[in-house]
């Protein structure tokens, strides 16, 4: 089955830097990539997703990469605000539907 | 609003009982699923439904079950209990086409002593 692999477990940024968080996937037919935040105490919830005939896509100060090729793709925040602060996921999933094979989560602390 | 509703919210109890998770939907979700939330380790498919006449094990299915008593309700029980299945519970659901977003409900937070 599919196994998906998060980095790093913990990053702290300043307010205003950019936080990269990277996942690597194990099946080459995997072709739906979200990105999920959980906020302290609170559900996980989807920010941002890649499907694999593109190989980036942003919104507002979020954006996500794939590279098909080398079985990985990034999530990058710009500007980085408190609350940002947060768990994400990473996750894939092939053509069996909805299945979901979750990262590890990386916690991202964002300093005043 | 729809929402993915997950009862109890927060529970204790001792090694070897009989728990049981309850999660329900107003979203008309056909699919729904219980995950298992442990640090480092992610979110860990247990089971998943795609109607009410299917069930199907996930990655961590051992010591757990399940049932869809209905399109808006799939519950999760701990037939006897394990201090290692003390963790985070969560429900999501999703619609039947492939759009891959899931809705998650807002957790069960399990101690088992």
């Known amino acids: 089955g599919e196994n998906v692999e998060q980095h790093p477990s913990t990053l702290s940024v300043q307010e205003g830097d950019s936080a990269v968080i990277k996942c690597t996937y194990s099946?080459?037919?995997?072709?739906?990539f979200p990105w999920y935040k959980q906020e302290l105490g609170k559900r996980p919830q989807l920010i941002i997703d890649?499907?694999?005939?593109?190989g980036e896509k942003k919104d507002q100060r979020i954006a996500v990469t794939l590279n098909k090729t080398a079985k990985h793709f990034s999530l990058h925040i710009t500007e980085t605000q408190p609350e940002d602060s947060a768990v994400y996921f990473c996750?894939?999933?092939?053509?069996?539907?909805?299945?979901?094979?979750f990262g590890g989560g990386t916690r991202l602390m964002v300093k005043p | 609003d729809a929402d993915v509703t997950q009862t109890p919210r927060n529970r204790i109890t001792k090694t070897g009982k009989r728990i049981m998770l309850e999660c329900s939907q107003t979203?008309?979700?056909?699919?729904m699923y219980w995950y298992r939330q442990d640090p480092g380790l992610g979110l860990r498919l247990i089971y998943y439904?795609?109607?009410?006449?299917?069930?199907n094990k996930g990655e961590i299915s051992d010591g757990y079950s399940v049932s869809r008593q209905a399109q808006a309700k799939f519950s999760l029980s701990l037939e006897s209990a394990i201090p290692n299945q003390t963790a985070l519970y969560f429900c999501?659901?999703?619609?039947?086409?492939?759009?891959?977003?899931?809705?998650f409900g807002e957790g069960s937070r399990l101690t088992v002593l």
């Open positions: 999501a659901t999703s619609g039947s086409g492939f759009t891959g977003e899931l809705f």
């Open positions: 099946d080459s037919a995997s072709n739906y």
């Open positions: 979203k008309g979700h056909d699919r």
């Open positions: 890649i499907r694999s005939n593109v």
């Open positions: 996750a894939a999933s092939g053509n069996a539907g909805n299945m979901l094979t």
């Open positions: 439904s795609f109607d009410v006449k299917d069930i």
